[in-house]
């Protein structure tokens, strides 16, 4: 799957990769191979005839630009809740049946379509990881011959000057100790489906031994982030957070570790959450909580 993140953070695993495999999965309407360039600049939106089997549903648009060579590469993409498809204030069910004309904003970006590249625009109801699946298997249906693309198109500027580019000449220089070389542990591992169906995608982070010079105090941290999902049963998926961060300084050592575990009903959220801080390998500190919450159209 062609996992992608809410917020990039670390450019060498946060992008996201040929959409291809995704696109598989996805109803995709493709143009025509372009005859020139196509330079867009704002936010793209797509406006859609829609029918849900489910009171509670989502719609998730990708924009992709399918190059000659046959990959597919994500330009920007949307989500919307169809419970909020009159705004956020008071979300309202579908009524399974009817259909519904609905406004899917992308994010705003800048880009442009290279002649021969094709404009992809990729539907689906779901979004896993980044968005947790609808309480029930949903099944969309698209009035054809009504949805539009609306793309920001930017007018030729072939003749006009260069936007110009402010120098900024007050830059602060940081300074990073630690081995540059222990950034290889960061990297996305996808494993499954297991015998039971499940397929699991794991990040891990480990940023490197940071020292504070004026006072000699080690940091390091790291976190693993661990999602699994059964394929057509929704409530399966499970989101675990781990964090860890440890302080050393001469004799002084302090770790703290956090967990953060997310599952569902059709009806409910549950989520796990501790806290430990240990000493060495004693345990100072350990606090932990459970909580069910209502999933609200969600």
């Not at 009504?146 to 003749?159: E, F, G, N, T």
Request: proline share 9%; charged share 25%; with cysteine.
């Amino acid at each position: 799957m062609t996992k992608r993140e809410w917020f990039p953070f670390n450019m060498n695993i946060d992008l996201p990769p040929d959409q291809t495999p995704d696109d598989r999965r996805s109803l995709c309407l493709d143009s025509a191979p372009l005859g020139k360039a196509c330079e867009i600049l704002g936010q793209p939106l797509l406006r859609v005839r829609i029918t849900s089997n489910q009171p509670v549903a989502k719609l998730v648009v990708r924009l992709n630009e399918v190059t000659a060579d046959g990959k597919s590469w994500n330009v920007s993409y949307g989500a919307l809740n169809l419970t909020h498809r009159d705004g956020d204030e008071n979300p309202t069910p579908l009524v399974p049946g009817r259909s519904y004309e609905v406004t899917v904003p992308c994010y705003f970006t800048a880009h442009r379509f290279a002649p021969g590249s094709r404009i992809r625009v990729a539907l689906s109801e779901s979004l896993w990881p980044m968005l947790w699946p609808s309480p029930q298997p949903v099944r969309l249906e698209i009035t054809a011959g009504y949805s539009r693309l609306i793309l920001p198109v930017r007018a030729s500027l072939a003749d006009e000057p260069p936007m110009p580019i402010p120098v900024l000449h007050d830059r602060v220089e940081r300074k990073v100790i630690g081995d540059p070389a222990s950034l290889k542990n960061f990297r996305i591992i996808q494993t499954g489906p297991d015998p039971q169906g499940h397929i699991t995608l794991h990040k891990v982070l480990r940023y490197p031994p940071q020292t504070l010079q004026d006072i000699g105090t080690t940091l390091t941290s790291g976190s693993d982030w661990i999602m699994s999902i059964r394929e057509g049963d929704p409530n399966s998926c499970v989101w675990r957070m781990e964090w860890f961060q440890q302080y050393q300084r001469g004799n002084w050592d302090i770790i703290t570790r956090s967990t953060m575990e997310l599952s569902s009903t059709p009806t409910e959220f549950h989520l796990r959450e501790s806290l430990q801080a240990l000493e060495g390998a004693k345990l100072v500190f350990e606090r932990s909580a459970d909580n069910r919450i209502k999933r609200d159209c969600m």
